[in-house]
């Protein structure tokens, strides 16, 4: 059985940087697509950032392009995803995702979320 958790979530100001981490357990790590998603209040979830079993493709949605990195460390069983230059618009639940690559939310696995408040 596989599971996600997501951690590093909390309150910061605009313009802050942030290091999410999801650390994942259960069967082989470093075959499957690793995803963020974020869901704001009354909005609906959307994609963030994607990275291949050998981080050799990433994915980024446009509003966090230059700003937000994903990473994978095989070896740890971990995904990060380190946020800088922090938007109140960036404001939101962020989920770990974890099966084949893509941008879509039809990911197999999923964690329970981390909150991440950015004041302005």
């Known amino acids: 059985q596989v599971q996600l958790a997501e951690s590093g979530g909390g309150l910061v100001q605009a313009g802050d940087s942030l290091r999410l981490s999801c650390a994942y357990s259960?069967?082989?790590?470093?075959?499957?697509?690793m995803a963020w998603f974020r869901q704001g209040q009354g909005k609906e979830r959307e994609f963030v950032a994607a990275?291949?079993?050998?981080?050799?493709?990433?994915i980024y949605a446009d509003s966090v392009k230059g700003r937000f990195t994903i990473s994978r460390d095989n070896a740890k069983n971990t995904v990060y995803l380190q946020m800088s230059s922090l938007k109140p618009e960036d404001t939101a639940v962020y989920y770990c995702?974890?099966?084949?690559?893509?941008?879509?939310?039809?990911?197999?696995?999923w964690g329970q979320g981390t909150q991440v408040t950015v004041s302005s």
């Open positions: 995702a974890c099966g084949i690559l893509t941008t879509s939310p039809n990911y197999r696995y």
């Open positions: 259960g069967r082989t790590f470093s075959t499957y697509g």
């Open positions: 990275v291949s079993w050998s981080s050799s493709n990433r």
